[in-house]
């Protein structure tokens, strides 16, 4: 997984005139999927809400995806595993220098041992104070948000960016985790979720996440055994 490169020219995090899409590092990151941003033609159209290439909530945007790769055969594939989306998040819950130090190929070890390094510093971050321990997909879906918004050229918050509905966005990613059905949905979520937690907080609080199953286990046979005598 690797990190986005910086933008250039550089964007002003005070001033949000020249985000969006009229910078192309962050316009390529809002891309709908469905478009191509290397192609100049669909660029311009884009830029010029041309009917044939309106940005809505009913395609994905790039930023949600793995090295902004999408594969139409396989829409799941890298979905909400991209790099920023993660540094958004722990920016947000764990704490700004967990995600500027955060490295491409640390699966969550190295933050796990920050944490231990850090001590009573990691006990303040939002993630803490909000009594969270596993990443929700809900919690995801609020990032995504943000950081949609913080790449948009927009001055003020509002539920509606152009044709872009920041309410149904939500709610799609939502369902995706919600609305699942067969054993392979459920186990793609579940791995994802875990996916999400290594990245976060390492290899702590998995029990919290992903509990294992007690009962089979040999404390509660040996008691089971007991009881039964």
């Not at 390529?28 to 009917?51: F, G, M, S, T």
């Not at 976060?200 to 008691?223: E, H």
Request: charged letters at 25%; hydrophobic letters at 35%.
């Amino acid at each position: 997984m690797s990190l986005t490169p910086s933008p250039e020219p550089a964007l002003r995090p005070t001033e949000k005139g020249g985000h969006g899409f009229d910078n192309d590092a962050t316009g390529r990151l809002l891309c709908p999927v469905d478009y191509k941003w290397n192609d100049l033609e669909q660029r311009a159209a884009i830029r010029d809400y041309h009917p044939d290439f309106l940005v809505t909530a009913d395609s994905w945007p790039a930023f949600l995806y793995e090295n902004e790769v999408y594969n139409p055969d396989d829409p799941t594939k890298g979905f909400l595993q991209n790099a920023l989306l993660v540094k958004a998040f722990k920016y947000i819950f764990t704490s700004p220098t967990s995600a500027t130090k955060m490295d491409e190929k640390d699966d969550g070890q190295g933050e796990q041992k920050r944490f231990r390094r850090e001590g009573c510093r990691t006990r303040s971050h939002v993630a803490a104070l909000l009594g969270m321990k596993s990443v929700r997909p809900r919690a995801i879906a609020y990032i995504a948000v943000q950081l949609r918004f913080a790449l948009s050229n927009c001055g003020s918050w509002n539920l509606i960016d152009g044709e872009f509905n920041y309410q149904d966005f939500y709610y799609n990613i939502i369902s995706y985790f919600e609305n699942v059905e067969t054993p392979e949905e459920i186990k793609k979520i579940s791995d994802l979720l875990l996916w999400w937690n290594r990245m976060v907080f390492g290899r702590t609080n998995m029990s919290v996440y992903r509990p294992q199953d007690t009962q089979k286990m040999s404390v509660a046979k040996l008691l089971s055994r007991r009881a039964r005598m």
